[in-house]
Structures are given as structure tokens and as C-alpha cells.
């Protein structure tokens, strides 16, 4: 099953190109700033709109390999390279060189069946995602000078950045180039991606001593490719696109995902029967060469059989199912970002989910702004409001509304009164920010909002109107009961707190977070969205456990669990995870449906321990918060209104706010992995038969039962008649369970199945000899077995294809039954037209169709009990 992703391993480029980057890093890192923009040709107030244009004609866009999307060309070739289509060429090149050439044609045609049905339906997946993923762009904060007027900050797409770009960042932010800092405040950078190392590095825009020689070890440089996880920046930017050292690796780093166990068991698969086939054709081609006597004609029959055994449709069937998954879901406005994720989907029977943004409404609503004691304070609102106004870290929903509220004209005077100086970010261990600012009469004052136990645990005194004292621990209890009032009602609850600095500092760290005065609370409104309810009791209907793993307190999530409908029995505290053994977690994540007050790393945590229990996991966030728990999921899905870093991490982007997508993905998932396994099933269990009858005719039968040419037309036919599996219709049923690959189920399938058809043409050749005497009748021998052997296996795969009663309770789909009518006439009629003629058929005798219908018809009904035994037994 699929597991998490592996630990990011350190890359670096080839020795060359990573010392010549070293040196320039080194170079640009060790400037003086002065020195550095006149170099770059910049300034601190930004590029003109006619420079950065001229420089981007000049660079080009700010894109790596990754982006680069295919050309048809390259799609087309990328189809072509598969070890089966490697082995039929191969053939096909034999066949040629030995004089055959019909079969060296229609072993092409087969091929070009395969690889055109596969390009033309993935190219068109892939043309619908690229529409659907221009909709979600990935920006940068730059300052642009205008024509006239001051320099403004402004949003432009990445690839629009060039050397020399002033960048802005923020937490939650990509870094989209590579960038020399400025100035920066508490800023923490992931380099995991590039650098292995699994905490956040301290930056800082400091020049780094003469002695440092690792580019990363350089504090004031970051990487394209890296994020920011807290604290705020302005920098330079360097080096943009493929010059950046994350472009010069992109060749290397794309698509570094570990393969699913579904990617496994199709390569398996494959080598499986690539290693049978190599057993079986020599094997073959000894057994008639000495009894027939002609080596010639015996390698030539060899050569068709393996075309036979081989399941050259397999890659077109895996590409088309998925492609047409992909389509499916483009239709629902989801972006498939990994067309395998779509697989994933159908096997995931665990979801995780954040709450915020996920679960409810992306538009929060400040309802109160009230005092210590709970009355309307508009005090506390304009303090808010200046706090969230000031901020340069990224804004969430909760200052959006605060700065939406609809009495802030009335604040919005005060702003001009207020300077700012200083601001301590955001991170997710304080989970609270502060900004600095001048008042009027020169003193310094500090306002900070966040999560209330974390604001009360740096208070020691309250204000109230106009008098204020010390929070006792009495007062302190008043206020944590109103809080887990509110909480109940389904609030969400912010602290505010300030302090003043009559003797103001230089800078503002931590440490001053401390001797705080409480004023009062500011609650927001975050209803769930009006599609949870239904998409979780969907997404339990078929399998799918849905957990919560949040970082808000655990009043709140009990409030919106019980809105949508998810019983809670217990709810897990982060801090209740620390002391916790991998074991003891895995197990306790399995009985626990809600983690609330997580950290980043430990909604990472949970995620791998439910891998360890065996779970397919998926992955529902659009927070800062959510991307380690993203890549730690099989099924990363996230909102085109996620912050850069969760849209980067994510498999799968909603471009809708509806979640009733989420059950629509897990149907197209097992949807797709029940068409393919159709098909699986049926061409090995067919091709296991095959070998037992083959194998006898070979021994027992003065002549080859099949002349090579038969072979392949035969093949060609089927192949045909299985054109169309990807769009038949799976079983209700099939779809209310998780599917995962089963290696184990399948090998029994095949060895139960298989030999069921060999019975029948055995029997086959029984009638052809005793009934109709073609012992020294081959061209009349080989129209009976060829006929009998293309409907059986035509008409199998409506036997195979479901448990119930075929024809009865489970129809194929349209164009399942039409290629299937369409390969039974052509194949019935075959032997009395003149193209029967040219591959050395003989008409079939009228008392040959009764008999063989009975035999089919006996095929069909014993199939068809042994196949409910098995699915009794073992499963679907």
C-alpha cells in the first residue's frame, strides 16, 4: 500500500556547476548592500515596470523544468517507451527479418492501437488540466516603481520576477527566486527540499564571515524552492529560473514522489509476465520444431504466441482509466495535479482533514469585540484593528475580517496617528504576533493578538475602561470561563493584549512579550460549509473514515464536529503526543477521530503512524500549518485559495468550494482501478489457459494449431473488443470498499480461472477432430479453434467483469457491448470471406455454430460459478 513519503534527501548539482554556484553565492552574499544593488542594478524602492520588462525579455521567465509543460511530441514518445511496446517491436522486427512480413504489420497495428488510444485520451487530460491549473497562480510581493508617483507594493505572478526584483515575504510564502536578504524579522526557512535538514533555518540579513563556504550555510541568502514557515523578509532577488541552484537541480528533483503500491503492482505485473513469456516461448518453439519438424515455421509460431501472451494493452488501459478519471474530475473543477493520485483516491479508506478554511466557510465574521468582563469594547476592536492593519506577515481570514468589520471607518482615522516600528511575527509555537508602534507622544506601543492561552500566559495585569489592576488568578478563571463559553457556542476566540514602553527600545524581540495587559477578546464566526455535512456522511458510505487534525483549541472543534455531523468521543491534545511511542500512537490514532492544537510536525506525525496500521491516507488543507502533513499523505488535496505552500504540496486543488468532490474522487478512483484490474484479471487468467492449450495442441497435433498469422489476427481482434474496458461501468457495490492492490488475490485469480478455458478448448479440439476429422484438415482445425478461442475470450470479460449475474443484474456499458458485438461478427464471419482465405481459413461447417454456442454457453456458466466462489472466498 502506499506508503508516506520518504525523508527528503540533500541534492546538489554536478561538482562543476555546484562550485562555480558556491563561488557566486559566496560573491554576492559577502557585498555590501550599496555594493550589491549596484551590481544587480537595483535599489530598495524596486525595478521600473520598463526595466523589469527588458529584463525579463532578456532572462526569461522565472520558471524550472517542473513547469515546463510537454510538447505532443514528447507525450507521444513518452507512450511509446514501455517494456511491453519494447518486446512487440521487437517481434515485430524478428517476424520482418525471418520473411514475415504480415505479421510484423499487424503486430505494428497493434502497437499503434495501444499507443494512440493511450496519447490522444492523455493528451486530452492533460490539455483540460492545464486550463483548469492557469486558474490557481502561484505570486510574489514586489515593489515596482510606477512611471510617475511613489514606489507601491504590488502582486505578480513568479514567473514574472527578474534579478533585481525587491521581494517581500511572509510566512506561509514560496520563496520564488533565489534572493540576497534585505531585511528580515524572526524569519524561519524550510530548506528540507533542497538540504535534507528536517527544522527550519534561522536567515537573517547579516554578511556571513569570510570562512563560510556552503551556500546554505550562508544566513543571508534563500532558495528558490524552500518556504517560509514564520517571520517576515524583504530581499533581492539573484538569480532567477534555471540559473537558481533549485533550477539547476530540477532535472533531477521532478517527480521524486516514491511509487504508489498501485505503480508497483503494475510494474510487477508487467515483469511478470515479461519473465513467463521468456519461459514459455522457447518452450514452445523446441516442442513443435521437434515434432513438426520445421524450425522455420516454428519460430514463427513462437513469435505469435508471445505476441499472445503479451498484455500489449495494459499500458493504453492504465493511461486511458486515468486519464479519463482526470477528465472526469476536470469537469467537477479539480485540478489532478499526479494523474496516479487519482488511483490513491479509490484506495484511501482514512481522511484527515484540517478545519479552518477546509471544514467551514472561508470568509470568517467578526461577531464581538468585547471587554474583560464581555461587553461590547470598542477599544478592543480599534486595538485589533491596528494590530492586524500593521502586520506584514501574511494576513489570515481572521484580519481579513477584522479589517472587513463594518464599524472600522471609525478606526481607520486612528491609523495615521500610529507609526510602526517594529512587529514580532507569527509561529506556530507562541501562536500569537505583535506590532510595535509610535504614538503621538513619542512613546512605544505593543499590541498582540492571538490564541487566548497563549496571550494570557504572557498578562499579568487587565484594563477595563478606565481602570485596570492586576489579573489575579480569580479574574484569570473569569476569563478562561468566557472564553470556553464562547468556544462552546462555536466561536472562535482571539486574545488581545498590549503594553506600553514609555522609554522606547531600539528593537522589540520575544522577551518583551511578557508583563502584558489583557483587554479583552475579539470572537469570530466560522460556520461549517453547508457541503461538509453530506460529503462526510458520503465519504463514510463508502469506506472512508474522516479524521480532524487541527491546531485550534478543542471547544471549538467539539462545536464544529457536532455541526457536521462527526460524533466525538474523545478529542487528542498535542502536547498529549509528545511523550507518546510510534506504537502507542498508532494505535491510539486508529480509535481517535479528533486531534485539535496540533503543530505542523505532529498532524505529520499522525498521518505516518496510521501508514504503520496499514491506512491509506489522505489529506484535506489550505493552511501554512498543512504542508508537512500534506507530503506526508498518499492524496495531498488542498483550495485554490491555499497559501502558496499547501497548493505546492497537494496531489489534487478544488477549484470549487463544494466537498462533495471528495466522495465524486473516491468513486472515479475505484472506478478507474476496478476497469484496470477488469482487465488484468482477464488478459492473465486468458493467457494462463492459453499456455495449457498451446502447450498440449503443440505435443499432440501433426500441425501448429494456430499458422503465426492466425495468431495475431486473433490478438489483434481481442485487443480491439477491449478497446472500450475504460469506460465500462463498475458495480455499486465494488465501490463502497477501498481498493488497494492485491498481488495475492490476483495470482489466485489467475491460477482458478485460467485453466477453466483450456477445458473448453480441449474440447474445442476434441470436436474438430472426432467430429468434424481434420486431422488432415489443418486450414478447417484452425478456423474451429480460432473462432471458439476469440468469442470465449471476447465474451469472458463480461463474465469477469462483475460478482453478480452477468447480462442479468450488471450490464457492460454501451461501447463495452458494441466493440464486443463488433469482434463477435467480424470474428464468426472471418473464416468464410476472402480474408479467411488469405490467412488460410476454410468455411466452417453449419453443425460447428450449435456446438460451439454450447460450448460457450457451458464456458460462461461454470465461469461464472467458480468466479462466485471465489468472490465468496477471497473478494472481489
Known sequence: MPGPSAAPKPVRPDAPAAALMATLMATLARLAPDDLLRRLAGGTEGLTDAEAAARLSRVGPNQVAREHEHGMLREFAGRVKNPLNALLLSLAAVSWITGDARAAIIICLMVALSVILAFVQEHRSNHAAARLRAMVRTSATVTRRPASGPPRMIEIPIEALVPGDVVHLSAGDLVPADLRLLASKNLHVNQAALTGEAMPVDKLDQVPPATADDPFAFANICFMGT???????????????????????????????????????ITRFTWLMIRFIVVMVPAVFLINGLTKGDWLEALLFALAVAVGLTPEMLPMIVTVNLARGGMAMARKQVIVKRLNAIQNFGAMDILCTDKTGTLTQDRVILEYHLDFEGEESERVLEYAYLNSFHQS?????????????????????????????????????????????????????MITKGAVEEVLAVCDRYSLGERSGALSATLLGDAKREMARLNAEGFR??????????????????????????????????????????????????????????????????????????????????????????????????????????????????????????HVVGFLGDGINDGPALKAADVGISVDTAVDIAKESADIILLEKSLSVLGDGVIEGRKVFGNIVKYIKMGASSNFGNMFSVLGASIFLPFLPMAPIQVLTNNLLYDISQTTIPTDLVDEEYLRVPRQWDIGNLTRFVLIIGPLSSIFDYLTYFMMLYVFHAWDRPALFQAGWFVESLLTQTLIIHIIRTARIPFVESRASMPLIATTIMVVVAGAAIPSTFIGHALGFVALPPLYWPLVATMMLGYAVLTHLVKIWFVRRWGM
Open 227 to 265: 518556504s517560509v514557515i514564520s517571520g517576515s523578509a524583504t530581499a533581492i532577488v539573484l538569480q532567477t529560473g534555471a540559473a537558481t541552484f533549485f533550477g539547476q537541480l530540477a532535472g533531477d528533483v521532478v517527480g521524486q514522489r516514491m511509487p504508489t503500491s498501485f505503480d508497483r503492482g
Open 393 to 445: 506577515g501574511l494576513k489570515s481570514l481572521l484580519d481579513e475580517a477584522v479589517l472587513a468589520h463594518e464599524n472600522r471607518p471609525e478606526h481607520v482615522g486612528h491609523i495615521a496617528a500610529y507609526t510602526k516600528v517594529d512587529e514580532i511575527p507569527f509561529d506556530f509555537q507562541r501562536r500569537r504576533m505583535s506590532v510595535v508602534l509610535a504614538r503621538p507622544d513619542s512613546a512605544h506601543l
Open 493 to 614: 476566540v482571539v486574545g488581545v493584549a498590549f503594553k506600553e514602553f514609555p522609554a522606547p527600545l531600539a528593537t522589540y524581540q520575544e522577551a518583551e512579550e511578557a508583563g502584558m495587559t489583557l483587554l479583552g477578546y475579539i470572537a469570530f464566526l466560522d460556520p461549517p460549509k453547508e457541503t461538509v455535512a453530506d460529503a462526510i456522511r458520503t465519504l463514510n458510505d463508502y469506506g472512508v473514515t474522516v479524521k480532524i487534525l487541527t491546531g485550534d483549541n478543542d471547544l471549538v472543534t467539539r462545536t464544529i464536529c457536532r455541526q457536521v455531523g462527526l460524533a466525538v468521543d474523545r478529542i487528542v491534545l498535542g502536547h498529549e503526543l509528545d511523550g507518546m511511542s510510534d506504537e502507542a500512537l498508532a494505535i491510539l490514532c486508529e480509535s481517535v477521530a479528533v486531534f485539535a492544537k496540533l503543530l505542523p510536525a505532529q498532524k505529520a506525525r499522525v498521518i505516518e503512524a496510521l501508514h504503520r496500521r496499514g
